[in-house]
């Protein structure tokens, strides 16, 4: 494999390739932009410094989420015993890690409806368990298959499907008064 000889240009491919997914899966699971970002680096980091290491037992991506998750949860580990764990939105702004041309933005009202929806969507989502929240995340957001999210997480396959179940319940019972204000 090209990445474990240490070639460069296949380096800057796997971060062009999973960047995004990366940084999803960590604001997914740290609700913080900014410690999404620093989370997203170190796993790069950790990932150049040991691709030598991967033996393929399971995909690139699978062990690339594995270090991801572990990562959140290290950094929620920490910053639980320094402070109480507060959430930062995407961005000042409002804004996501994404490049949107300028062309191809929305008007300022559909913004400000999708950056109140989003804001409810993060407030319902801080109310999850961590582990449920993960494994939503990882499934909902990231589209692992439940196999996958068991290899990722090192839990069985009967606890992936039963936190998803819960998380989506309790997510359905906190976001429905929006629903139904929107009707």
């Known amino acids: 494999m090209r990445l474990q000889r240490g070639d460069e240009w296949a380096f800057q491919l796997l971060v062009r390739r999973y960047r995004k997914k990366i940084y999803a899966i960590a604001f997914g699971i740290t609700l913080d932009a900014e410690e999404s970002r620093?989370?997203?680096?170190?796993?790069?980091l950790q990932v150049y410094r040991s691709i030598h290491r991967f033996r393929g037992d399971a995909s690139l991506s699978t062990w690339?989420?594995?270090?991801?998750?572990?990562?959140c949860l290290?950094?929620?580990?920490?910053?639980a015993r320094r402070f109480k764990w507060m959430h930062?939105?995407?961005?000042?702004?409002?804004?996501?890690?994404?490049?949107v041309p300028a062309?191809?933005?929305?008007?300022?009202?559909?913004?400000?409806?999708?950056?109140?929806?989003?804001?409810?969507?993060?407030?319902a989502m801080r109310?999850?368990?961590?582990?449920?929240?993960?494994?939503?995340?990882?499934?909902?957001?990231?589209?692992?298959?439940?196999?996958?999210?068991?290899?990722?997480?090192?839990?069985?396959?009967?606890t992936v499907r039963s936190r998803l179940f819960h998380a989506?319940?309790?997510?359905?019972?906190?976001?429905?008064?929006?629903?139904?204000?929107?009707?």
Not at 74 to 79: E, L, V, Y
Not at 131 to 137: E, I, K, M, P
């Open 168 to 183: 989506r319940k309790r997510l359905k019972e906190i976001l429905q008064p929006l629903v139904e204000d929107d009707a």
């Open 127 to 158: 109310q999850l368990p961590e582990a449920a929240r993960t494994v939503f995340v990882l499934r909902e957001v990231e589209g692992l298959s439940y196999e996958e999210i068991a290899n990722v997480t090192g839990i069985k396959l009967g």
């Open 103 to 123: 062309s191809d933005l929305p008007s300022p009202e559909t913004r400000v409806a999708d950056l109140q929806t989003r804001q409810q969507v993060d407030k």
């Open 38 to 44: 620093d989370i997203l680096q170190e796993v790069l």
């Open 88 to 99: 930062t939105p995407l961005g000042e702004d409002g804004e996501d890690i994404g490049d």
């Open 64 to 71: 690339l989420h594995r270090i991801t998750v572990n990562r």
């Open 74 to 79: 290290n950094w929620k580990r920490r910053w």
